[in-house]
């Protein structure tokens, strides 16, 4: 967001609470910040508001708004300022905070309203569009996000810089709303939610585990080809391996504990990480089977909090397509590459355009990370030549490492234009020293390697709600659960429509040979509700002909053509995963 | 195991007593009953005593089997047992037991022998064969089996009618042992287990993982010809749904059990079944769509005792082949018939012999069973038919069945002649009531439907280790982790190897190439002890030849073949999965 709309947003702000304090005296107001697509401010209210209310308070907003010049700035001192907010617990809070942190204190005041602020707004209200903001929800959030705290009401608003904005920003949310995954999951039958089982627990049907399994099976095919085998583990552990891998603290909210019937504590893993450094460690290594690389896509758990649970954006049972590699220091630079090609590839393959932070460690706080300086400056200088050499889009997060080591952070820029963080390639110089990893190089000494972590998908949960969105639900050929719906035109056509559809398994494509009851337009449209990508009609005028008649769900009537040539056509499509 | 040589055990069984009272009379005596390939018997001693005991034992024994002829039976009241036997607790309360019970209470006398028994001894101690037994082993064990009672001391002796049949038992125990499943599972390098981890969690290297996924995939195969669907559930789940399903009570001590961090209640998932109702649940069916079979290959947990933890035969994760019908009572035998398909290939593919019990209700306990008598009786004939029509190995177990429905339980015979219990297809009729599962019928009526529970490997885990004994680790070409190495005879002829293995690769086939600094008469050595079906040698006689020099592990020298020969002869012989 530039810095123009934020100051707009936090005006705006502003200007809700004046709104609501005209409207009902005797609320309390909290927190009034601008947000991605306008601002908020979170209420203290004596009496319940709710959506209803929404169109009342704009219209005050309205009215006052064209009274409004500027943001008039008084310095005050603690006293001053708790004179002035002393009423309201929240400011108070704010203010002591504040105050102990030895921060300037400052109120704005704009017509009749003044708030305890640091700042941040337009010069004057004529900057602020009329047209290109408004009210839009009402919800709960706790005070400072915590459930311990009171939840307050929060109302939401939209800004943008112009109306033109505003509206593009209103129809991709429409169009967000239609493509929803949890609607099309249910619309498309891939995935399903059981109140015995619980939420966040995906269940996934036939088509949402072959969605599942060719995403993954693409994955595998990129990562075979760079020389990564795969590697099995269980998903519990003794609660050693944690301790010396540092997550037992680490995680200790959201890692899954259990006592066993004999009283010894297990979790269940909530990462592959320390697992897959046992079977490193099953034996002693060499330079010369350096590196290895471990892959397996497998799922994790998490104790979320259930109110942060939704659709497959954030569940408990995480499917990782995981992937370790230990190598020595001079091999780094080559693994990341190596990676690197497998995630451009997956992306590109959809169409999303990637960014990439590098993200490094702050060299004025070294002594926040682990290794040393040299291992961090050769590293870092290392990927970002790299990042260079590929022409990729790509910014630098300093002070955005982990404590032990630099990582790439890849964003996926969607359809729609909604960003998505997405993979992370990560070098790891801690689990390592932790579990004592080596191998002899080649002066016979043994030397400490790293680990680099790399998830392509992340987990696929989340992947598949971003890709469902993103192709909204329109899958290509390689990936759609069901490729080929074959209509007969009446049911004398059956016997010929399921010879087609032998022929077309026998290709190995996924083919629903629709020879129920119900009438030819009834199956065409089920056809293009369920998204599959052809039709194909059967009736006199082809079988005379020895042909078949195709229909595309993305390019229309094909026409007719010989069996042969669509399977061509077909297997082509399905081989460059277009 | 035979009447008779169930006497001549037992009959040695006192004969150990015996020796052991001479020997240390203030011995307590427990029990002594015969097993499957001898007899032991269970002693309190005042002093330990170890395998190093063994031979002063049995010399006392052959002492004493001299002067012994026949075992002379008296009854005996409780009072007198009590009498003759009531210094030794473990008599005492087998006495009191038996007399509770109402039984007739029995002493049986040989030499100066008296032990509180019911009898099945030789007539005359000259039907024993003297070179036909032998003490074995020495082994802890709780009294009646139960860890709280204390720790006896449990004497080992093999038995059999003939010297003969006696060494052929040591010679098949002695090759068992050098095919140990845990032994090769470290030699060929498959899995590994890591004391942070955790005993019963293994962890499946590279090569291991190529095993599980090709019997895995070559199982999926044969399910995906039969109509079968994956899906994919997570491990979790609220304890709601298994209250529902019974097992929350029923697996109380096998589950592990978990308490978020909002104090729910969760459970890992000891069985798939549940789970998979609730995807079937998801949506309304009728007839048309049924029957529905689900298929996934997913760990499961079980909180076994750690004391009976070992290698792969009892672990805590357990990677189950499932698979779940949901079909109409008329579907039923069609269902059985085609899981039954699978598993003779399955099994047949690796030469076990199978034989199945029909594991059937018991007429005289109808009260002990759910669902009417009708399905009974159809269910089980049809089952029976269907084992005649396929001219099965079959034999019947009346009262075998559980309590929800008949099963059909397969036994394997592997190379060594043990039999192992392995696959089983279970008919259900109980979680369809449970979870309310149903179909609409032609009638448009809501009808009942059954479940089939059909897992071919069952644990993927224990299946390996049977296979690996059976196989003594020498897998077929299809299953081998690495299928080809190919050696050069010098570092010059290192450049053709590659280019052999590449061509090999590109193939499909997993080829280890190596140009390493080692010898070539230690490379085939590694070749050979890592059990790879073939070794290809590059020479200059090979490489002016336009050939490879290939030896097969099975069939040794095979002489010099173009590449393409030897490539069709793979080909062929993965594709028949010889």
Request: proline share 4%; net charge neutral; with cysteine.
């Amino acid at each position: 967001m530039d810095d123009k709309l934020k100051k707009i947003r936090h005006s705006l702000a502003h200007l809700l609470g004046a709104a609501v304090l005209e409207l009902w005296p005797d609320t309390k107001l909290a927190i009034g910040p601008a947000v991605d697509n306008g601002f908020y401010y979170d209420f203290d209210f004596a009496k319940p508001v709710t959506d209803k209310d929404l169109g009342k308070i704009e219209q005050k907003m309205r009215e006052i708004f064209k009274s409004w010049k500027d943001f008039k700035k008084t310095d005050v001192t603690e006293g001053e300022a708790k004179k002035i907010f002393g009423h309201n617990p929240y400011k108070t809070e704010l203010i002591e905070e504040h105050a102990k942190a030895g921060d300037k204190l400052t109120t704005y005041t704009s017509g009749e309203f003044t708030d305890f602020c640091a700042g941040g707004h337009v010069e004057n209200m004529k900057d602020v569009e009329k047209d290109a903001w408004k009210l839009s929800r009402v919800a709960g959030a706790y005070w400072r996000g915590d459930e311990k705290n009171k939840m307050l009401t929060r109302i939401y608003g939209l800004a943008f810089a112009t109306k033109a904005d505003l509206e593009k920003y209103e129809t991709m949310i429409a169009e967000a709303e239609k493509r929803d995954h949890r609607k099309l999951g249910k619309d498309l039958d891939l995935f399903t939610f059981s109140p015995l089982v619980g939420p966040g627990l995906p269940l996934w049907t036939p088509k949402g585990t072959i969605l599942r399994n060719e995403l993954d099976n693409f994955v595998w095919s990129l990562r075979e080809a760079k020389g990564f085998q795969k590697v099995t583990i269980p998903h519990l552990t003794k609660k050693e391996l944690y301790e010396t891998s540092g997550h037992w603290e680490k995680f200790a909210d959201s890692l899954f504990k259990i006592t066993t019937r004999e009283g010894k504590e297990y979790a269940v893993k909530p990462m592959n990480c320390p697992h897959h450094t046992q079977i490193f460690a099953r034996m002693p290594h060499t330079y010369k089977n350096m590196p290895q690389r471990f892959a397996e896509t497998t799922m994790v758990y998490r104790d979320e909090q259930s109110g942060e649970l939704g659709g497959l954006t954030r569940v408990l049972s995480i499917t990782q397509d995981d992937a370790h590699i230990f190598c020595r220091h001079n091999q780094i630079r080559d693994e990341f590459n190596g990676i690197w090609d497998i995630i451009d590839r997956l992306y590109g393959t959809f169409g999303f355009e990637l960014r990439v932070r590098l993200s490094f460690h702050d060299p004025k706080h070294a002594e926040k990370y682990l290794g040393t300086k040299e291992i961090w400056q050769n590293a870092e200088r290392e990927l970002e030549a790299m990042a260079k050499a590929r022409g990729a889009k790509y910014f630098l997060g300093i002070g955005e490492a982990a404590m032990y080591g630099p990582k790439l952070d890849f964003m996926a820029m969607d359809s729609l234009g909604r960003e998505h963080q997405v993979a992370t390639i990560q070098l790891d110089m801690n689990l390592p020293e932790r579990f004592d990893l080596s191998c002899v190089n080649e002066k016979g000494e043994k030397e400490r390697i790293v680990m680099l972590h790399c998830a392509i998908m992340g987990s696929i949960e989340r992947f598949s709600a971003v890709l469902i969105e993103h192709l909204s639900g329109n899958f290509p050929l390689w990936l759609a659960p069901v490729q080929v719906k074959i209509v007969p035109v009446r049911d004398t056509h059956n016997e010929h429509a399921e010879k087609i559809a032998a022929e077309l398994s026998a290709a190995g494509f996924r083919i629903d040979c629709d020879t129920s009851d119900g009438n030819m337009g009834k199956k065409i449209r089920d056809a293009k509700n369920n998204k599959i990508p052809y039709t194909v009609i059967i009736g006199d005028k082809d079988i005379e002909a020895g042909k078949i008649s195709v229909e595309s769900r993305d390019k229309g009537q094909l026409g007719q053509m010989p069996l042969a040539e669509f399977l061509e056509k077909m297997e082509k499509e399905r081989k460059e995963k277009r």
